[in-house]
């Protein structure tokens, strides 16, 4: 069966501090992989979607990047945190229509 | 750009009855549609999906409802429970393989 990991689950980091968020799918290959934040009480931003190795779409202009060094692996960083960046994170991933688009536990993160 | 929009922020209903939440998608190539689940401090759960080329796909007390002439998406939950107390979600799934989310409708189930 198919699983997806995300940690950590919970990240409080100073402002101009580096973040690393990683994201790994098991079960399966060649998956489109996802990162979102979420305000509180708000709606899930699609930040960066990747349909391939070395594929990423960036959709909103801001302080993060990722990467895809590996099929199943999902990488959201920034150099220097901004208080804006505090948020949920949510990793998903899917395999194309009728397939259901799955999420990982998502990360808290608290810039301070 | 593309975007998945909600018409009420905000759902209240009686325990027992039948809920309603809406959804109007803006990308007509679109062709894969899913509802999402989302309780406090978690991630989205998956409940229902869609494919373009069906107007109607029913689950367990759930039904979605797609009409691509208007662009209009609802679930339907029957006999709503307290349980079903959480922000819904609709996304889409573009033929570039972006998944995008409206911005949710909390539906408040009272007893």
């Known amino acids: 069966s198919q699983t997806i990991h995300q940690w950590p689950a919970t990240l409080v980091q100073p402002v101009g501090s580096p973040l690393s968020l990683e994201c790994t799918v098991e079960?399966?290959?060649?998956?489109?992989l996802y990162w979102y934040r979420q305000a509180a009480g708000r709606g899930l931003q699609l930040l960066f979607y990747s349909v391939g190795i070395g594929q990423i779409s960036s959709e909103v202009p801001q302080n993060l990047s990722a990467s895809r060094p590996q099929d199943r692996q999902f990488i959201l960083s920034s150099k220097k945190l901004l208080l804006s960046d505090s948020g949920f994170y949510l990793c998903a991933w899917g395999t194309g229509v009728g397939r259901s688009y799955t999420f990982g536990s998502g990360t808290r993160l608290t810039v301070v | 750009g593309e975007s998945v929009g909600l018409h009420l922020p905000t759902l209240s209903v009686q325990e027992g009855d039948n809920s309603i939440i809406n959804c109007a998608y803006s990308?007509?190539?679109?062709?894969?549609f899913i509802w999402y689940k989302q309780e406090s401090g978690k991630g989205p759960q998956f409940i229902i999906d869609i494919r373009s080329n069906m107007d109607k796909r029913q689950g367990q007390r759930v039904t979605v409802l797609l009409n691509k002439t208007v662009k209009h998406l609802s679930l339907q939950i029957a006999a709503t429970q307290p349980g079903d107390s959480a922000v819904y979600f609709c996304?889409?799934?573009?033929?570039?393989?972006?998944?995008?989310f409206g911005q949710g409708t909390t539906l408040q189930v009272k007893p």
């Open positions: 079960g399966t290959s060649n998956p489109n």
């Open positions: 990308n007509s190539a679109s062709d894969y």
């Open positions: 996304a889409e799934l573009s033929n570039t393989g972006k998944l995008i």
